[in-house]
């Protein structure tokens, strides 16, 4: 007979409504029988039992009786061990003092003893209650607030307020209060009659005893076998920001975060020990609270559009027995984000700060005088490298032009106007963030309210960003076996990005570009721009571009989950989650009337696409976790998930503006419609994954994880794919020999090897698929189709392997606190887009094709240099230093190119070399006047640019080119101080990398030519007959014809030292907050970007243009870095 | 047994049966893609076959869209080295390198050429493999099956004049196909290739005309004209060949359906697209996909149109323009050159201090800055003058030859050619040839074909090699094939390059 049974309610998702999402839950009916049995029984039984379970009790009153005890196993499970002495004393007798301070009664019916739950008796007993109250301190004296004490094996509890008081109504004074607090032991108090509690709770090592986030459950630090490392919230608060991926840089040694762009939200990369994909994505895997973040509709990383104060860790998983649980897509690394929930007790919690943030770096340009006497020596060297053409008259004289120019020029041929396109295109921009937050909830229920308002603006005009984003979390223990909760976030950002578009209409190429001798505007009211003066290159006013072209995004985000914990054994939870991130934006794009190149010609062009991204994941498992004895322990997961995501995207636009009054708000105006686009794109994955943790005498623990996937995204053979891993972990601190050491308070060695997987290629890419376009028969569109990529039915998984050794070090009880990794991936099968023969009409395949390898070690320490009662200082330092190389590619190892192309290769993938290399000729210097005969049979005149002949053939063409460079670090990290004087702290936060260097390709266009706009101000230092050391050819204008290619002198050294962060805080002490009634109040300054160390000429060395996967360091005029000033105040109440 | 309280077993077995009952579910990972069609779901109907014709159509715009990093226009590829064309663009490197013959392998050109015209004979060759299947009307199955060998033919005639010996590919190519990496065919094969898809597409019931711009036979017949010629002279030298070309070209010639334009004007009037002496022409129409040709040859920041960019990207050489015949109507003001103009803007007249290209010139885009004028490939001049010349080396001039090129000079209003020897007529052929069709993508090949190049100085003809440019630059052998592009070689190591790069 059963008395309780469960039915799974399971279909099969071809049916097209099981598809949907509720159809993915699991439902578990529960029910319970009873079984009645005749019979009176009056019966004498003997107990002398202490701190006994009652369950146990139950059983020897059958033994002794011929009773039946029926309960519910789940409601027994709260009253915990009892305490019965009864000599020949009745059943009755028994029960009653087996409930005595228990919310249980019992009924007799014949001979069943039935144990229900006591609704009168649980009034009753909070009739009864009395009164404890205490004060908690840590163990140096200081109150600590916000101590969770609960009441062993029942309900109630509270938390201390912020002089470290609690009160808390108890059954009786007989009962055992546990308190627990983030960073101390969880210490019992037994109250043994006493109604006062004065207690001093012991800190804990926090890196030790802290809780940590893994795939599909939690760990402690010192039970995990895989490097892991969790971010508090507190840590990324550090560093006040829009952008969490800005938070979190530097604070995980071995993840390297380059914010590229000094644009409002960042452009951000992360790479995790080094870029393991060549075509896929290398970026890392992001979980927020279980849901996994599908990929950006933009160029924007997924949790650029989270809210940083909604975070309460981020967790880091680095090696492969802690990301192999992700298996597909684990390879990069997984960022598991878990977001702040709600909690016992009413708080409100506000934090706010607004910011300056100003240019922090001006690069140098020629300014009026000097570009006068540039296009003059220009103009005299024509007739040297184009005596045809200047004999012809092809070249104005400039003073010519200059006495042409009356609105530019006075009447001495000086310049009217010096501008500084850097100061009047960039301005000092103000920004504000404001969080406000309300938690609360009983010991079974837990609800948080998050809101954000956030309004940065970039230090370019007009480019900005605002967030407002709401949250809502609700957790509730509805039932002693069933726990459900969920949370709903709701993001809508818009910002106007005003650094897009190509060659003369980029504002940030355009702000070194535009001439000094042009205003911003006439005296009539008209933009200036280089059209002014002839012969110009048709670059547009920076300023007429930020404020007259618009492309605004607008995406709203709705991140949810729904779970349900359900605990069907003892050991035994099962727990169902439903997930779902939808992302709606919207990409509006006007560009003005009066914006040469780009839109003045079609008079006016505006653009509405609007992208929809529908994700949802059903995951569901089962998490067993058996203490067998006190020397072994179990925990084990097995589950099941499945992910959707599908993206639809359309367009439409129209040209021919009669003003630009509508924008993109009324596209019927345009006289010219441009033809609509849509698309759709679906992707899939179904996995099923499990984990085994073994743990031995606390010492030895062996974790073995599988998960088993299945992406819509490969060839129909190659659908699934399988990643193993295992890892073992030794506490050796727990050893005898070592357990009373002094000095070493904590050892812990792990290693751990796994596969993992990407699959991060886009969608369809192992099929055939054709293309439409356009042609005009009759003067009307006529549909065409065509092919666009060539298939590959064989197209599969990507797969690293990684072998990872470590150790954890706590010296002097935790003061010092090392952590140290090296680590060995191998990626095989790497999905390339490999080029092709464009003879087959295709220019590339997507297949697997070749290996690569990134070694590396990581290192990081953190320490308590002093402490003591008034003034604490503690470091933290970390380094990674990573060594990637391309071992095979394809059957014959030939190079790849990949992109971005700029006017030859930039990049090259070959056999032997770094990832992400650089390539191109090198750069001599310039040919000398008595190099002229040399020279020449280059082609070439004393003054050109002189490349090397590497091979020595007497002509300088793709076979001189040479790896110049990487723009991937070999090393990089922290350094990080903290000190604390009473209620202040300070922290001084570095930042540095080195080993990387920049392709600035700018030099092509503000260097190596002149005379189509402004340049460098290092073209001053060009060849002339004196000046013959240089790197920069002579003077000329571009028609005479120069010299321009990828070559060393566009790499740069990129290593740098960053005065990352500099912050200021200030506690007001709790006499204060008590008066004002508040929990806490904080005052913090903070100086972020305060100083940068670099030998890099451009803006800032971390940067990139481009969005391909190996353009890292790679910048053709890129958004310069803001210095920011901001001040701010968190308060609690 | 006293007292049952256990779980129920079920549970374990659920452990096992969820997995299970979802693996079932094998859909649920297929490709689902409702945007696109794959190959092999394609080519079912006629609808879809006409698609895929269209797209050839449309891959014409290739040769006049703007590549690169400053829209360098592939067409400008065969215009610089002639020496006729000079710039008023520094910046562009492509261009630059072509006209002081600099240039080397990583020219950008010589990979659009290569990769546009794979690209177009890759769907010409799906096209040819898969309409045959469809069931449809059979007349106009064959007349599509001739329109794709047309194009196939269009590219493979442009690859093998600019690269040479170059990769024969007749059928698609898919992944596994050994012809994904291939060796460089002779060049005699592809002309074979190139006269037999001509042929099909002659008698594949094309129309005569067309004004839609589609296909009509008088483009296949000039086009295989054009072939016969080429097949004639360097570097295959088939002599027999010149009198197919001038059959063919006199088919065209014959069929009526061509005739000059009474003036110069009629090359620059919309109403005349796809008619009178436009045997065939690259679409354009405003609001749909404009033409950036016209802005390219503008003087370069004249402001005289609303163009934002008046680019100067072709400008003529002056020693050319000064090597027209004394009276030739095409150097006056507003026919093929312009020295001045009155500005859209300001209503002044701007001169310019030296002649421009007005042969391509859209008035009314002048005032629009939207340019949809059709780019021609071939033109009625260029068939006569095909006759003349080939009839003339297979025959000596025939009184057919001097009305052929006579009608051109007679608009020009030029005397008449007459009593010349062979060899003059040749020459006055070609001289011809240089003045009419200058800038249309005609004067670099008939170089290349002739291995004789135009003396502006002094109008008689140099060898090839050793001819200097106006700028001073000198033609050496090198030059008579351009070069496989970089990026397809380290792609191919099949491939070699050619003699000289």
Redo the contacts between chains.
Sequence with gaps: ??????S?H?G???SSKMRKVAGLI?LFIATVLI?VQAGTHLQQMTLHEKNTPVETIFRLI?KQTSY????D?LEIAQVGNVTVDLNNGSVEEALDQCFRNQPLSYKIFSSTIVIRKDETKLQKNAARQQQVKGQVNDDEGQPLPGVSIKIKNAQGGTTTDAAGKFALSVPDLNITLVFSSIGFSTQEVALAGKSTINLALKAESKTLSSVVVVGYGSSRKSDLTGAVVAVKSEQLAQRPSTNVEQQLSGKVSGVNVSTNSGRPGGNTNIVIRGANSINSSNNPLYVVDGVVLSNGVTDVSPISYLNPNDIESMNVLKDASATAIYGARGANGVILITTKRGQQGGQINYNSYVSISTIARKLDVLNSAEFDAVQDASYRNAAKYDP??FA??KYRDPAAVRRSLPELYDANGKARFDTDWQKEATRQAFSQNQNLSFTGGSAESTYGLFLNYADENGILRESNLKRYSGRFVLDSQIKPWMKVGGSLTFNSVEDNRVDGGQGGLNVTRMLVETLPIIPVKFADGSWGSN?AY?????GENPVNLEINRRNIFKTQSAIGNVYAEVK??KD?QFKSTLGINVVNQTEDFYSGRFL??QS????GESRITNTRTNYWQSE?Y?SYNKKINDNHRLDAV?G?S?QHSDREASMAGAQGFTDDFYKYYNLGVGS??L?PT?????Y?F?S?FGRINYTIKDRYMFTVTNRYD????FGSGF?YGNFPSGAFAWRASEEDFLKNSTVISNLKLRTSYGLTGNSEIG??R???????????????????????T????DLKWEKTGQFDAGFELGLFKNRIAIEADFYYKKTTDMLLNA?????????S?Y?NIGSLSNKGIEFSVTSANIQSKDFNWSTTFNIAINKSRILALGD?N??I?PNPF????TNIIRVGEAVGSFYGLIREGTWGTAEAAQAATF?AKPGDIKHKDVNGDG????ADRVVLGKGIPTGFGTLSNTFKYKNLDLTVDLQYSYGNDILNLSYH?AED?T??ANSYATVLNGWTPTNQNTMIAENR??????T?TVDSRMVEDGSYIRGRNLLLGYNFPAAVTKKLKMNNLRIYASVQNFFLITKYTGYDPEVTTYADNFAQGITFFDYPKPRVFLLGVNVTL | MKYQSKYNPLFFILLLVIPGAFSGCKKYLDEDNRSNYTQENYFQTADQAQAAINNLYASLRTITDGTGTYAESPYMMLEFPTGLANTEVGQSQYNNTLRTLSANSDNNYFYVWWTNSYNAIANANLAIERIPGINMDAATKKRMLGEAAFFRAFYYFHLVRIYGDVPLLLKPINASSPELYPERAPLASVYDAIVSDLTTAETSGLPTADVSGKLNVGAVKSLLASVYLTMAGYPLQKKENYQKAADKANEVITSGAYRLFPTYAGLRNKANKNLGEFIFQSQYQVGINTSSVNQAFLPRARKITKFSDEVGAVTPAPEFYNSYEAGDLRTQEQQFFFSNYVSVLSGQTVNFGSQYIFKFFDTEAATTAQSDLNWTFIRYPEVLLIYAEASNEAGGPTQAAYDAVNLIRTRAQLPNLTGLSQATFRQAIWREKYHELAYENKVWFDMIRTRQVYNLANGTFDNFVGHALPAGQVLTDKYLLFAIPTREINNNKKLTQNAGW
């Design positions: 007979m059963n008395d309780r049974y469960h799974i399971k099969c998702f071809n699991f079984e059958e039946h005890v029926l309960y196993k045809v053409g012809s008259g059209a002839p012969d110009m290159e048709g069907l054994l035994l040469r190149q003045a010609d079609v008079q569901n089962f097995l099941i499945w010219v419609p033809a849509s698309s759709y794109e679906k899939t179904n099923y299945g992406s819509s995204r659908k969608q369809y192992s099929l055939s698929s054709l293309k439409n376009s356009t042609a005009i028969i009759g003067g009307v569109r006529g549909s065409g189709v065509g092919i666009n060539l298939a590959n039915p080029p092709v023969p464009t003879s087959s009409g295709y220019t395949i297949k014959a030939d190079d190119f700029f006017l030859s290769n082609n002509a300088i063409n793709d266009s030519r005379g189509q204008p571009s028609l005479a014809g120069y321009t």
